[in-house]
């Protein structure tokens, strides 16, 4: 399978909100032979980068410090687009609503969470090009 998660309009990523980190990490890691590596949140918390055979596969944080109280614990999907700032505007003109307006994540780029029509959320990116 050919990786297209830079491309406009791909899921690139999914990130699990949870209340448990590390019952999260030892259910997905056992399940699904993922590994993990350790950084920071956009708001300097534990946050789990999942591999699984050197391919990121995913994220996982903690709900609490890092999204709104009323976030349920889920799974997250991220969707590159070209342009974060674009998108966020055309979210806007289609009806939708940027509940975070685009944000940078140090060395990784700059994304947005929205809520399309319907109400449902999930987030825009635009990664930072090598």
Same mark, same amino acid.
């Given at each position: 399978?050919?990786?297209?998660?830079? *491309?406009?309009?791909?899921?690139?990523?999914?990130?699990?909100?949870?209340?448990? +980190? *590390?019952?999260?990490?030892?259910?997905?890691?056992? $399940? &699904?032979?993922?590994?993990? !590596?350790? !950084?920071?949140?956009?708001?300097?918390?534990?946050? $789990?980068?999942?591999?699984?055979? #050197? !391919?990121?596969?995913? #994220?996982?944080?903690?709900?609490?410090?890092?999204? /709104?109280?009323?976030?349920?614990?889920?799974?997250? /999907?991220?969707?590159?687009?070209?342009?974060?700032?674009?998108?966020?505007?055309?979210?806007?003109? &289609?009806?939708?609503?940027?509940? &975070?307006?685009? !944000?940078?994540?140090?060395?990784?780029? *700059?994304?947005?969470?929205?809520?399309? /029509?319907?109400?449902?959320? &999930?987030? +825009?990116?635009?990664? $930072?090009?090598?």
């Amino acid at each position: 399978m050919k990786d297209d998660s830079n *491309r406009h309009g791909v899921f690139s990523l999914n990130e699990l909100i949870t209340t448990d +980190l *590390r019952s999260a990490k030892a259910f997905y890691g056992e $399940l &699904l032979g993922w590994t993990f !590596t350790e !950084t920071k949140t956009i708001y300097g918390n534990l946050y $789990l980068v999942a591999h699984r055979e #050197g !391919t990121i596969v995913g #994220g996982m944080m903690l709900k609490n410090g890092n999204v /709104p109280d009323d976030v349920i614990p889920c799974w997250d /999907p991220y969707i590159t687009v070209d342009d974060v700032e674009a998108s966020a505007k055309r979210v806007k003109k &289609l009806g939708g609503e940027v509940i &975070l307006p685009p !944000t940078d994540i140090p060395k990784v780029g *700059r994304f947005c969470v929205i809520k399309d /029509p319907q109400g449902i959320s &999930l987030n +825009l990116i635009t990664y $930072l090009r090598d």
